[in-house]
């Protein structure tokens, strides 16, 4: 079974530019989830979707940050624009639902913002 | 919202020898609570998990202890091998709400 994929892994973009970030998760997988990890941090929520819905989303900076789930599948998470500070790896998760425990994370992107 | 802390930051063993690593969590109803190891440059995964209504829960060289009392759990890991090297961490979360996560601790173990 594959796992959760995300692109691209590695990102190098220059202050005040977009960029986005794709992500498919696991097969049947209704939850997904947009993490910040910042180095020698853990992972912090972004954005949790129940299928297309943005259930959990008041840690996303709306102003630069949005988040799409279409269909309910795959989902693409992008900055606009892009600041120093937003330096991290991006990390999607998905689990089969809200009440199960386990998540599935993807290798994640790493975005460095020169 | 849930505050979880992580100690150590850092933890050095000899192989053979046990490691243990210890969170707090500030939400009484917290009621699932995961560890995730990270090797580097790899994706988190799940290695162990416990909820509220279990004290104590193993899977072979590892255990995850829970003391609701103090709202405090450990993770535990006897007989450490070089490949048990990674960053862990613990989180927590009540009901269907989020998963809160600790700042890790970079566990290394010397052969």
């Known amino acids: 079974e594959a796992g959760v994929v995300q692109s691209p892994r590695y990102k190098i973009i220059e202050k005040k530019q977009p960029v986005a970030f794709w992500c498919n998760p696991i097969?049947?997988?209704?939850?997904l989830y947009w993490y910040l990890q910042n180095l020698g941090q853990g992972p912090e929520l972004l954005i949790r979707?129940?299928?297309?819905?943005?259930?959990?989303d008041s840690q996303l900076p709306k102003d630069r940050f949005s988040a799409e789930r279409l269909k309910g599948v795959d989902s693409t998470l992008k900055i606009q624009p892009a600041e120093l500070g937003d330096s991290a790896v991006y990390l999607c998760?998905?689990?089969?639902?809200?009440?199960?425990?386990?998540?599935?994370f993807g290798e994640g992107s790493r975005l460095t913002v020169l | 919202g849930e505050n979880v802390e992580q100690h150590p930051s850092t933890l050095s063993v000899q192989e053979g020898d046990s490691a243990v690593i210890k969170c707090t969590y500030s939400?009484?109803?917290?009621?699932?609570f995961p560890w995730y190891k990270q090797e580097l440059g790899k994706r988190p995964q799940l290695i162990i998990d416990?909820?509220?209504?279990?004290g104590e829960k193993k899977d072979q060289r590892i255990a995850v202890t829970l003391n609701k009392t103090a709202k405090h759990f450990s993770l535990h890991i006897t007989e450490t091998q070089p490949e048990d090297s990674a960053v862990y961490f613990c989180?927590?979360?009540?009901?269907?709400?989020?998963?809160?996560f600790g700042r890790g601790t970079q566990l290394t173990v010397w052969p």
């Open positions: 998760a998905s689990s089969p639902s809200q009440r199960t425990g386990e998540l599935f």
């Open positions: 097969s049947g997988h209704n939850t």
């Open positions: 979707y129940e299928n297309e819905e943005a259930v959990d």
């Open positions: 939400d009484s109803a917290s009621n699932y």
């Open positions: 416990i909820r509220s209504n279990v």
């Open positions: 989180a927590a979360k009540k009901g269907l709400g989020r998963l809160y």
